[in-house]
């Protein structure tokens, strides 16, 4: 009977704060709701009096005159003197093709000309524009409009002679205006800043927009609110508190004094736990034997099941793996096959035939992906892989990732990726390999993305100056992770195969490469995850600052020449089907092809012939490879640029191609894209 009454207050008393706090949270709701209209009229009707002032000034006809004259004493007398009596804090005249006529600013903003040029075109068909910009002193709000003689009020009888612009700067003194006006805080923040008020307070977060109507930055506004619910939820809490405490009051001795002894022998005899043999054996008299006699069972019991688990487990990794590399293997393998063949249909019309070789060419990356991923396990069993340190400008690369990463996700995905930016700024650059940094981050971001449907997943870095250490996070609101795969994620061939995930295909190696990398680094990696909550990866690398100068991207130490008439290339490969590919490639683009089998040939061609302007090399080659033809090319002819081209993929080989001074590389299998990048590049005029 008293177990069930405190039971039942303690479930009214819930009842009754949940209630207070969906009703606190409805008014809340309401009130912001309104806030948000009220400030938004607000913001409208504060910028109408700037509206008011250019179109009155652009049915001037002197100042339609002065976008022909351009009499600057006209301009200095009428405009200049005048300035004050806008209350803004820059004016510009252009001419209507847009070239910049004159301008007036009062010491908040030096830059002279800062309105985008595309905004021209727009002003002419709208007449009239107001948005923000973005500029060296802060964020501006615009008014634009186009001049027109004082008989054309409607401005539909004559074209635009020009157009006027007045900007006014968000300073503290904008923001004092409006907040007199409106009776609230106002800030200005970026788009990535999070805003939480709290329940004590109401807030409006406002987009600024610019002329393509993309967000520039938010206007907060916040005003207290202090229509809550306090006393009676604290009241509420202490009654649930109590009822608490009275429940395991009870609950306490009654266990301890009946059930538990009981309790803990039938847990003992089922289930075999080391917590109930622990807490016997402190039981005093004869409990304390029969916990001893079951320890010394339980013992002999757990060494024969681990010996038989490991024995289950290896066999069974074992064939799970072939299974999945199996069907890893075959999938891609299957549709490469079997829309190969769908092309030979001769009714075939273009669309299906795009669409199939997509798939084609996806399915072979997808294939390259996998045999990838299978080499760089095998080097780091046998050790082949080795950091490559230099200095990396860690804020840059990591934002380069995410301006990479955040265009790959699905567009069936209500999925947003965000960069949490470090609260320290870093005082050099650090010493790491940046690669292998790269792909830690990139295989853990492609795993959330990956396994999270809608959501959120942030990532980001903290510098730790005390430990010398910095560590990386990446959290995503995802399927999460039970805690049996969490004790073997980093497995080599394991997955994570529940009803959410059995779709996705993969061999299960990519954290195993990514912890590999990380201990390679001299760092740790943990995981934290909840089940439809999503996960949270950590892990840290050694903080070590880097004095010396970094060593240029391949792309910014390309030799350029001047591009001839006639562009003649010589493609040194010993495999038809590779130079046949390749050849095909060039000749898209109307290039000469000249070939050599032979690293040997491939000499001797760009000694006799002086039409070649550039070399692609394969490195593996009979009689002369790569290597050795490149040295003996650069010998007597070194400002020709000769392009790598090889099916090693390890950045050991990369930084081997770029020491020996090669102009830059491609790896197979062959892009098409990046291969006429790399010639554009190359063949750029001087």
């Not at 709701?33 to 910028?47: A, C, F, G, N, R």
């Not at 892989?385 to 990463?405: H, R, S």
């Not at 040939?601 to 490195?619: P, Q, T, Y």
């Not at 000769?642 to 090693?648: F, L, S």
Request: charged content about 25%.
């Amino acid at each position: 009977m008293i177990l069930g009454t405190s039971i039942l207050f303690f479930l009214l008393y819930i009842a009754l704060y949940i209630y207070t706090t969906k009703q606190e949270n409805k008014l809340h709701e309401t009130s912001q709701q309104q806030y948000y209209k009220e400030v938004s009229s607000i913001l409208q009707l504060h910028s109408k009096k700037d509206i008011s002032t250019i179109i009155d000034v652009t049915f001037w006809d002197g100042l339609n005159n002065f976008t022909k004259s351009k009499n600057n004493k006209w301009y200095d007398t009428f405009i200049a003197q005048e300035f004050e009596t806008y209350e803004v804090d820059y004016l510009c005249v252009y001419a209507v093709k847009g070239q910049f006529i004159k301008r007036t600013a009062n010491a908040k903003i030096k830059t002279i000309d800062f309105i985008p040029k595309e905004v021209m075109p727009n002003l002419y068909q709208s007449k009239l524009m107001q948005f923000y910009l973005k500029i060296p002193e802060g964020v501006v709000e615009v008014f634009g409009a186009t001049i027109h003689p004082s008989n054309d009020p409607k401005k539909n009888k004559t074209k635009p002679s020009g157009y006027f612009f007045m900007a006014r700067l968000l300073d503290q003194k904008y923001f004092k205006n409006l907040s007199d006006i409106s009776n609230s805080d106002i800030k200005l923040v970026t788009l990535d800043s999070t805003i939480d008020s709290g329940s004590d307070a109401l807030d409006a977060i406002l987009k600024l927009k610019d002329h393509n109507q993309a967000d520039v930055a938010n206007l907060v506004f916040e005003r207290s609110f202090n229509l809550n619910f306090k006393n009676t939820k604290e009241i509420l809490a202490v009654l649930i508190l109590a009822s608490l405490v009275n429940f395991f009051f009870y609950l306490y001795f009654s266990r301890k004094w009946i059930y538990k002894p009981l309790k803990t022998i039938t847990d003992i005899l089922e289930t075999g736990n080391e917590k109930s043999i622990a807490v016997l054996k402190n039981q005093p008299g004869e409990f304390r034997y029969i916990g001893n006699l079951f320890e010394e069972n339980n013992s002999q019991r757990k060494q024969l099941e681990l010996s038989k688990e490991k024995a289950e487990e290896s066999d069974k990794l074992k064939s799970s793996f072939l299974a999945n590399l199996s069907h890893e293997i075959r999938t891609p393998m299957n549709a490469i096959v079997g829309f190969s063949d769908l092309l030979n249909e001769p009714n075939l019309n273009e669309n299906l035939k795009e669409e199939y070789l997509r798939i084609i060419k996806n399915c072979g990356i997808n294939l390259v992906s996998i045999i990838e991923d299978l080499i760089a396990m095998s080097k780091i069993d046998s050790k082949q892989i080795m950091p490559n340190y230099k200095g990396i400008d860690l804020d840059a690369c990591v934002k380069e990732l995410y301006n990479t990463i955040k265009v790959t996700i699905p567009n069936g995905k209500e999925l947003e990726l965000f960069f949490i930016e470090n609260k320290e700024s870093i005082k050099k650059n650090i010493l790491t390999d940046e690669i292998k940094l790269k792909q830690v981050i990139v295989n853990l971001i492609s795993n959330a993305i990956k396994y999270t449907e809608k959501g959120q997943i942030t990532f980001g870095y903290q510098i730790n100056e005390k430990d010398n250490t910095i560590e990386f996070t990446v959290k995503d609101t995802g399927l999460g992770i039970d805690e049996e795969n969490l004790k073997v994620i980093f497995d080599r061939f394991r997955r994570i195969e529940d009803e959410f995930s059995i779709e996705l295909s993969g061999l299960g190696l990519g954290l195993a490469i990514s912890k590999a990398y990380i201990e390679m680094l001299g760092g740790t990696i943990t995981v934290h995850s909840q089940i439809r909550v999503g996960s949270e990866f950590r892990f840290t690398i050694p903080l070590v600052y880097d004095n010396s100068t970094l060593v240029p991207h391949q792309m910014d130490t390309l030799n350029l020449i001047i591009k001839p008439n006639f562009e003649t290339i010589l493609v040194a490969e010993d495999d038809n089907i590779n130079f046949l590919l390749l050849k095909r490639i060039l000749e898209l683009k109307k290039y000469k092809v000249l070939r050599a089998v032979n690293g040997q040939e491939a000499v001797d061609m760009c000694k006799e012939n002086s039409a070649i302007n550039l070399v692609f090399m394969d490195i593996k080659m009979p009689i002369l490879n790569g290597f050795e033809a490149f040295k003996i090319i650069n010998s007597f002819n070194p400002k020709m640029p000769v392009i790598a081209q090889t099916a090693y993929t390890s950045v050991e080989d990369f930084e081997k191609i770029m020491q020996l001074g090669f102009t830059a590389y491609v790896s197979k299998p062959l892009d098409k894209e990046k291969i006429y990048e790399l010639i554009n590049l190359i063949f750029q005029k001087s």
